[in-house]
């Protein structure tokens, strides 16, 4: 098939680039900056130049192929995300880019909209397990972006064309967030968020690649993606290990943590999330986790 992917120099687009090249597609890369030709030919796709926020330019790009694959983030790193105005690239990419996306790619006669999401959309469930029919806890302001790119994810499938939404578990791997978790792990300064009882899914940036491609062979619908849940005491204790730091990597205190703001509140929440019906539907599989040995450099 014809794949364009947009965000494609970002961590998770440049993995998705590869699986789907791997996987014998064609691929174009769409980056909004020169400097991103290089990034997108390196992963073995084509390069084009544009306005992620135009949807005509866009129409251009996506003409003649099948599929579109949407990994377009900007996520900010650690605590610099409690500053003012730190989500606010992130928060226009998913109202304003990821709504053209869709609209570019109806108007092109694309058939397939693949489009990243995020399990932070779900409420704390504590040690209960979260499957795609869980009610989602977006009703604070900060949620709308997302709201609005899954409205648009939604709109795009009518007419015989389909949308597969990707709910993604919390990304590790080479990324800068990982990367400074792990800075701060071995220096022995506090870095986690939420209990040590509490539940995180992780998914590798390896294995979010690998469900881009899963995914083109999915219903339309709405899927989690992610590994085995674990405890964030059990991540605190891999975090050090990968980090070979002297001890677990630190929780912030709960007085701290109390003052976070809703943004990064969402990482305090117990997310024992389910990926059956994806793995179910695709045959999609985690390869590496969190207790896998070297998985920061993979």
């Given at each position: 098939?014809?794949?364009?992917?947009?965000?494609?120099?970002?961590?998770?687009?440049?993995?998705?680039?590869?699986?789907?090249?791997?996987?014998?597609?064609?691929?174009?890369?769409?980056?909004?900056?020169?400097?991103?030709?290089?990034?997108?030919?390196?992963?073995?796709?084509?390069?084009?130049?544009?306005?992620?926020?135009?949807?005509?330019?866009?129409?251009?790009?996506?003409?003649?192929?099948?599929?579109?694959?949407?990994?377009?983030?900007?996520?900010?790193?650690?605590?610099?995300?409690?500053?003012?105005?730190?989500?606010?690239?992130?928060?226009?990419?998913?109202?304003?880019?990821?709504?053209?996306?869709?609209?570019?790619?109806?108007?092109?006669?694309?058939?397939?909209?693949?489009?990243?999401?995020?399990?932070?959309?779900?409420?704390?469930?504590?040690?209960?397990?979260?499957?795609?029919?869980?009610?989602?806890?977006?009703?604070?302001?900060?949620?709308?972006?997302?709201?609005?790119?899954?409205?648009?994810?939604v709109d795009f499938a009518t007419g015989?064309?389909?949308?597969?939404?990707?709910?993604?578990?919390?990304?590790?791997?080479r990324d800068p967030q990982t990367t400074?978790?792990?800075k701060a792990t071995r220096s022995g300064?506090?870095?986690?968020?939420?209990?040590?009882?509490?539940?995180?899914?992780?998914?590798?940036?390896?294995?979010?690649?690998?469900?881009?491609?899963?995914?083109?062979?999915?219903?339309?619908?709405?899927?989690?993606?992610?590994?085995?849940?674990?405890?964030?005491?059990?991540?605190?204790?891999?975090?050090?290990?990968?980090?070979?730091?002297?001890?677990?990597?630190?929780?912030?205190?709960?007085?701290?943590?109390?003052?976070?703001?809703?943004?990064?509140?969402?990482?305090?929440?117990?997310?024992?999330?389910?990926?059956?019906?994806?793995?179910?539907?695709?045959?999609?599989?985690?390869?590496?986790?969190?207790?896998?040995?070297?998985?920061?450099?993979?």
């Amino acid at each position: 098939m014809k794949i364009a992917v947009t965000g494609a120099t970002g961590v998770l687009g440049q993995e998705a680039v590869e699986a789907l090249v791997s996987a014998g597609h064609e691929v174009t890369g769409v980056t909004r900056r020169e400097r991103g030709i290089p990034v997108v030919e390196g992963r073995g796709a084509s390069a084009v130049v544009a306005d992620v926020f135009d949807a005509a330019a866009l129409e251009d790009v996506f003409a003649g192929h099948d599929v579109v694959v949407n990994t377009l983030a900007h996520v900010p790193k650690g605590m610099a995300a409690m500053r003012p105005l730190a989500w606010r690239e992130d928060d226009k990419l998913h109202m304003e880019a990821s709504v053209a996306i869709a609209s570019a790619a109806q108007k092109a006669g694309v058939q397939r909209l693949v489009q990243e999401s995020t399990i932070f959309l779900y409420p704390d469930n504590g040690d209960e397990w979260i499957g795609e029919d869980e009610p989602l806890s977006v009703r604070n302001q900060a949620f709308r972006p997302r709201v609005r790119e899954m409205r648009a994810a939604v709109d795009f499938a009518t007419g015989g064309r389909s949308a597969v939404i990707l709910r993604l578990g919390q990304l590790f791997g080479r990324d800068p967030q990982t990367t400074h978790t792990l800075k701060a792990t071995r220096s022995g300064d506090q870095i986690l968020l939420g209990r040590p009882e509490s539940y995180i899914t992780l998914l590798h940036h390896r294995d979010a690649g690998r469900a881009f491609v899963a995914a083109l062979g999915a219903r339309s619908g709405f899927y989690n993606v992610g590994g085995e849940p674990i405890t964030r005491g059990r991540w605190a204790k891999d975090l050090g290990t990968e980090a070979k730091a002297k001890g677990p990597a630190k929780f912030y205190p709960e007085i701290a943590q109390a003052v976070v703001g809703t943004r990064l509140d969402v990482q305090r929440r117990s997310l024992r999330v389910s990926s059956v019906r994806f793995m179910s539907e695709t045959g999609w599989r985690p390869l590496i986790g969190p207790s896998t040995p070297g998985w920061s450099r993979m």
